[in-house]
């Protein structure tokens, strides 16, 4: 979407270095943070650095788990259930995770 208007707002001091912690806080531009705030998103502080990276890792280990399930289950070596129940455990956290570090628009 192509933002065309423009409009000007004057703040105080104080009020321009809360908008700009805020948003910083939130890894967002003010402008950005401002758009997100007037459509009614909950806003929340990016994560720190290593959040994305054990995302990331919770998420490979999940893809290899899974590999694992299915080769398995194939040739029936373990118990795949028992498998199955921590595959889907891990992706109880990885959910955990992500929403506790990712904002939602209405």
């Known amino acids: 979407m192509k933002r065309t208007?423009?409009?000007?707002?004057?703040?105080?001091?104080?009020?321009?270095?809360?908008?700009?912690?805020?948003?910083?806080?939130s890894g967002l531009s003010r402008e950005s943070y401002c758009r997100k705030v007037l459509s009614g998103a909950e806003i929340r502080e990016a994560p720190p650095v290593d959040v994305p990276v054990l995302i990331r890792e919770v998420r490979r280990v999940g893809g290899n788990l899974n590999q694992i399930l299915r080769t398995a289950n194939s040739?029936?070596?373990?118990?795949?259930?028992?498998?199955?129940k921590t595959l889907d455990e891990l992706h109880s956290v990885d959910k955990l995770i992500t929403d506790a570090y990712t904002t939602r628009s209405p």
């Open 5 to 25: 208007r423009e409009m000007k707002i004057r703040f105080t001091d104080d009020e321009l270095k809360k908008l700009t912690a805020d948003a910083g806080k």
């Open 75 to 84: 040739i029936g070596l373990v118990d795949a259930p028992e498998l199955r």
